[in-house]
């Protein structure tokens, strides 16, 4: 027995170090990238570095600040994680650029770490997603995901023909920007008296869980008309747990974005409408915002980006097929 | 307790591991089906839940062997997604979402082949004896997933997989059972056989048990423990062909909880994480219940964050009433 219970004891503490060091080790391969140096920089950190719409953003970004004649580098989480970002905003602030564009991955976890990168002088902005403290950044600049939210509600709505249910299955609570796209969905839907929104649940970015709770969502109400997909990840999973339950096409899917793997979903009929975001503005704007205080010139505090929908019917037309986003520069 | 009035089967079967295991399942299945009526465990509802388990199922056949050898294997998700990846890959460059037959037949290979050859090269660290499972396997899990995101820049690769899969073992179904169900069935019951009745299962139990003993006993101990790991692996393999017959994807960033999942469904099951004692029936059991506790708590509409809290409970209450009996056992 008390061997056993000193194995037990052992275990526990073999696990609880090993995932401290799966996390140091995470964080340290990917804390390279950015480097100070030269007169005027800007840092940009994203959300997830592989993801398009950030690849968009940070083209976009980088085209600007060349224009501007600033320098620039970029870097990202390798996944949607305050404990892998946070690392890789610190080592940034070592550099001291002259300015930081970031895009937050938690409302309030990363508010101590930027606070002190903005005490020591740099201009910081907040691309995409942002903090709850309002003393962070000069400038924060987003999709208006509240009214993207709303466009996302009136182009469901239309497609369900304005009855059934409705859900919003998300990935995790807690980030700003998806938090407003499902206030704007539920203000939006409210305007349609034969839609029920059910209660949104979260899928922690897994696809498969995503699948199995559409699929129950169906069981519990048969009359389920629309979903509302957080992500790409989730959007997924919702189309597999369809397929499954032979309700593809039945149930419409609305998704935010236009990834390049969206846009194929959208093609084959699993996705009915994609709500996109402008990213390229996002980041060219944030660059231009922190030159202009550089120059001492006034920056707006916050700006807020289009969005539009794209269904099969419209895709084809080039001022809309201008908003996809892009795998690479 | 009033053993000795129960006849001679029914005290049989309570003295089984898996016993109480079920019995929670079907308080929770006879649970849901009351709170629910004509929502939970209907046909629709059955095929789904069994669906989404499949590929659980099928890992934790092989994470049953793993933890049977008082081993551990946390690079599951990693194995699965590095074999997506590969199969992925040479799908994509063999023809793409169109690809023919032989694309398919050949994709499969490869995933399994990726899966067994990470798994064995796990093993035969793990075999050494100087690196405890848990470091080789963290180590496995970091690099696999790696290598993965190396060779696609970590995007899920467009056109992963063939129509022809995903019609097929993705959504097919044959006499109204899904395809992924039926594959997933065959290899928890190959499995099941393999380790309760023959050599290979009585030796995966020993090394559990007593290494030193085993070695002795002549029991090829390095040698086995390679093949159980590269077992675990081939099945990773096998679980990426179902993922990616599902999904459609490789989902490199989806599988960062499959280990802890998979490891909880086997421990469910009353499989020992000290080796030596467990069964796939048990697995199984250790599967189907958070399934049908996720399932249900949506179908009854209660708010998500308690599907956590009662996974949990579930699994520290399985497990605490598991080492209670034991204990009362061997005071007998």
Redesign the interface.
Known sequence: MGT?AR?NTR?LL??GA?AA??LT??SCSSGSGSSGGGAKSITLITGV??D?FYITMTCAAQAEAKAKGVGFTADGS??WDVSVQRPLIDSAAAARPAGLLVSPVDTTALTPSLKQIQNAGTKIGLVDTSVTDPSIGITRISSDNVKGGQVAADALAKQMGEKGSVIVISVKPGVSTTDDRIKGFTQGMAKYPGIKVI?T??D?????TA???I??????HPDLGGVFAGNT?TA??IA??L???GKQGAVKVVAFDAE??EV?ALKANTIQVLVAQDPAAIGAQAVDQLVASFDGKPVTASIGTTMVPITQQNMNDPSISKYFYK?AC | MTDRQLPEWVRRTLRRNEAWTFAILVVLVAYFSIS?PG??F?V??IT??A??AA?YLVLGVGMTYVIITAGIDLSIGSMLVLAAVAAGEYTIHHGGAGAGWGTVAVSIVIALAVGAAWGALQGALVATGKI?A??VT?GG??AALGIA?IAT????P?GAAAAHLQNSL??GKVLGI?WLVVLAAVVTVIFGLLLGGTRFGTHTFAIGSNPAAARRAGIPVGRHLVKVYALMGLLSGLGAVMWLA????T?I??H??DNLKVITAVVLGGTS??GGRGSVLGTVIGVFIP?VL??GL????V??YWQDVAVGTVLVGAVYVDQMRKQTRERI
């Open positions: 056993k194995d275990t073999a696990l090993a060091l799966a080790l995470s570095k592989s398009p390798a996944q209660p649940l979260y922690n970015d897994l696809p498969a699948a199995s709770q699929q129950s969502t169906l069981a519990a990840n997924q999973g597999t747990g397929k499954q339950a390049p793997d194929t795998a | 629910a929502k939970f209907t629709y509802d789904q839940i669906v989404n590929i405890p848990l470091i963290l899990l970091g995101e820049g970590g995007q899920d467009a993705g959504y899904p599902s999904y459609g994807t989902s960033a989806g960062s909880t994480l000290f399934a996720t399932t949506i179908v009854v509409g708010q998500q």
